[in-house]
């Protein structure tokens, strides 16, 4: 099993940044990916960025291309997701995943394991 804390969300006003940050502990050499999604007040929950651990593979939402970046640091089993110009329709609460096996990283089922999230809200 893989146990996932994210850390960082907070208020920020439009145009400011956050650096999330989520922390994996458990049977972590397993990991093949970390993901990043969110889901706003009466919206579904959607894909954010992922990155690969082994040979580092980044993807992005067209909606954040350029403003987020998702980056890992393998020895410390932390993935982070750098937020810059921010805008209200990216308040959400942002979710961390973890996936062992298969090579999908950009639906919510190609996860196994799942933070409990950390609320981003941006003002305008």
């Known amino acids: 099993q893989v146990q996932l804390v994210e850390s960082g969300g907070r208020w920020v006003q439009a145009g400011g940044s956050l650096r999330l940050a989520c922390l994996a502990s458990?049977?972590?050499?397993?990991?093949?990916?970390m993901g990043w999604f969110r889901q706003a007040p009466g919206k579904e929950r959607e894909f954010v960025a992922a990155?690969?651990?082994?040979?580092?593979?980044?993807s992005y939402a067209n909606s954040v291309k350029g403003r987020f970046t998702v980056s890992g640091d393998n020895a410390l089993n932390t993935a982070y997701l750098q937020m810059n110009s921010l805008q209200p329709e990216d308040t959400a609460v942002y979710y961390c995943a973890a996936k062992r096996l298969g090579a999908g990283i950009r639906l919510e089922r190609d996860y196994e394991f799942w933070g409990q999230g950390t609320q981003v809200t941006v003002s305008s």
């Open positions: 458990g049977r972590t050499c397993r990991i093949y990916a």
């Open positions: 990155i690969t651990w082994g040979g580092g593979g980044l």
